[in-house]
Nanobody
Framework: QVQLVESGGGLVQPGGSLRLSCAASGFTLDDYGIGWFRQAPGKEREGVLCINSDDRTISLLDSVKGRFTASRDKGKNTVSLQMNNLNPEDTAIYYC????????????????WGQGTQVTVSS
C-alpha cells in the first residue's frame, strides 16, 4: 500500500526546535517532490515548503524562511523537516504530501498524503 507517515511532532517551547519525518512505504520518494503543509485550528491548510525531485527546496511560506529546511534521507526513504526557532504561530498539524517529479503550493496537485503530526509551540 502506498502510504506516507509523519512523525516527530510534539510540544516545544518558543525558540525551540523540532525535526519532523515523512516516511514512505510502498514507493520510493526519490522521484517525488515532497511538500510540507500545515493547518492551524480554524485556518485553511497552507503550504510551508517543498523539496523537489532534484533536491531543491522551494519556500511556500515567507514566515518560515530561514527557520525551516527540508532534506532527504534516501537510505531511510524519508524526508525531514527541520524546524528551528519555533514560535506559537507555528502551532499546527503538519502534513507531508508527494507529487511526482515536482513541487506545488496547490494541495490538489499531490497524490499521496500523510495523516499529519501535531506541533504545539507553547511555554
Amino acid at each position: 500500500q502506498v502510504q506516507l507517515v509523519e512523525s516527530g511532532g510534539g510540544l516545544v517551547q518558543p525558540g525551540g526546535s523540532l525535526r519532523l519525518s515523512c516516511a514512505a512505504s510502498g514507493f520510493t520518494l526519490d522521484d517525488y517532490g515532497i511538500g510540507w503543509f500545515r493547518q492551524a485550528p480554524g485556518k485553511e491548510r497552507e503550504g510551508v515548503l517543498c523539496i523537489n525531485s532534484d533536491d531543491r527546496t522551494i519556500s511556500l511560506l515567507d514566515s518560515v524562511k530561514g527557520r525551516f529546511t527540508a532534506s532527504r534521507d534516501k537510505g531511510k526513504n524519508t524526508v525531514s523537516l527541520q524546524m528551528n526557532n519555533l514560535n506559537p504561530e507555528d502551532t499546527a498539524i503538519y502534513y507531508c504530501a508527494a507529487m511526482l517529479y515536482s513541487c506545488s503550493d496547490y494541495a490538489q496537485s499531490y497524490n499521496v498524503w500523510g495523516q499529519g503530526t501535531q506541533v504545539t509551540v507553547s511555554s
